[in-house]
């Protein structure tokens, strides 16, 4: 047992200096050693087997006024690596994401509707293949594969339980994948990981409590509490665009009647401004608003009603200290959010919290998932032994 008390905290030490390092990077080994209360000899043998494995680097830091040097240590970025993945309806973006958080490579990809599980997952991994080739990627820095995506995911086994975008129904991609290409794989839905980035990089650092909203093919949120993703009982929380709103109202591509989603996401619009004339895209319905026709007009406030309603919900629900509103409506259309900002407060945000929360919109826009999606594969499978 004392053996593996000591082994045991062998390794917690090692980890909270390499913690200290990345979190506060440039720092001295004499400021780990205040700071985590270990004595300078050990700091100094985690300090060496992290440089010796390829994670640090020293540099000298000349002190204001002095001249004196300090010997300052700093993480190499890239000496853990890992694949983010968004996958989506019409295509799928690949990223290779650094320890840090950042991306360092990103390139899309097109998918078709109709196209199988399988030949979505066999050209995710010959693209990855050839990916790590050009850009000279050295395989054992790479510590797994995230993938992000539309829907219901069984994020301890892997699989995607139910996703009406992709069309796809108890799909183990975790499984295909990491036989294809040698990785450990790590799924879950697009809005988590999002959350997640957002949390760790983006607009919601600093937060306690952060809510994601995301507005475009679907509608759907996440909560990050205190670092972590708020999963439920089977990894469904925040799945808000199915609420009713209307027993009797349109079908959704769910299957029930009167979802939230049905009055927000941009191919309900489509149709209904359809019943007026032929619109190809969103782009379309905001130039006839633009222009002062009426149906685009009431099309469009009624969906920033919506959305206003929806964060008033999630707020109510949740009580989050920082709501991000993400996915297509925000991402192309910024201005928006003043609207919507003037709608939560003015009609629909319940008064006792109107002033409890900041909104912001996604810092990250669409690399969100990439990177997101990347920092779960780390989690998941990164290692310091």
């Not at 399988?118 to 820095?141: F, H």
């Amino acid at each position: 047992m004392k053996k593996h008390d000591q082994d045991f905290m062998r390794r917690q030490n090692k980890i909270t200096v390499y913690e200290m390092i990345k979190n506060f990077s440039p720092i001295s080994r004499a400021m780990i050693a205040k700071r985590t209360g270990m004595s300078a000899t050990t700091v100094s043998r985690i300090v060496g087997e992290l440089s010796e494995n390829g994670h640090v680097s020293e540099f000298d830091q000349v002190s204001a006024g002095l001249g004196r040097k300090a010997t300052m240590l700093k993480l190499i970025e890239t000496s853990v690596l890992s694949i983010g993945i968004e996958l989506d309806k019409y295509q799928f973006k690949i990223g290779i994401v650094d320890v840090n958080g950042a991306l360092v490579y990103s390139s899309d990809h097109k998918r078709l509707p109709q196209e199988s599980a399988d030949t979505t997952i066999s050209n995710i991994a010959r693209l990855l293949q050839q990916i790590v080739d050009l850009e000279g990627v050295n395989p054992s820095r790479v510590a797994g594969i995230g993938i992000g995506l539309p829907g219901i995911v069984d994020s301890e086994r892997g699989e995607v339980v139910f996703s009406v975008q992709l069309g796809w129904k108890n799909v183990n991609i975790a499984k295909r994948l990491s036989a294809l290409t040698g990785y450990k794989v790590a799924v879950d839905n697009e809005l988590k990981v999002r959350a997640l980035a957002e949390h760790i990089r983006g607009a919601a650092s600093g937060s306690k409590r952060t809510a994601l909203i995301g507005f475009g093919t679907g509608v759907g949120s996440a909560l990050i509490i205190e670092g972590n993703i708020y999963r439920g009982e089977s990894n469904s929380a925040g799945e808000i665009g199915h609420i009713t709103i209307d027993p009797n109202g349109a079908l959704c591509e769910c299957g029930k009647a009167g979802c939230l989603q049905t009055y927000i996401i941009t191919s309900s619009l489509l149709n209904e401004a359809g019943k007026i004339r032929k619109v190809a895209s969103l782009d379309e319905i905001f130039e006839a608003r633009q222009s002062g026709e009426l149906w685009a007009v009431q099309l469009i406030e009624r969906a920033l009603t919506y959305m206003a309603i929806t964060i008033n919900n999630v707020l109510c629900v949740y009580n989050p200290d920082m709501i991000i509103l993400s996915g297509e409506w925000i991402e192309r259309f910024p201005e928006i959010r003043h609207e919507i900002e003037e709608l939560c407060s003015n009609r629909f945000v319940w008064e006792p919290l109107r002033n409890t929360y900041g909104l912001q919109c996604t810092s990250l826009g669409g690399e969100g998932v990439m990177i997101g999606s990347g920092l779960l594969a780390q989690t998941c499978f990164f290692t310091l032994e």
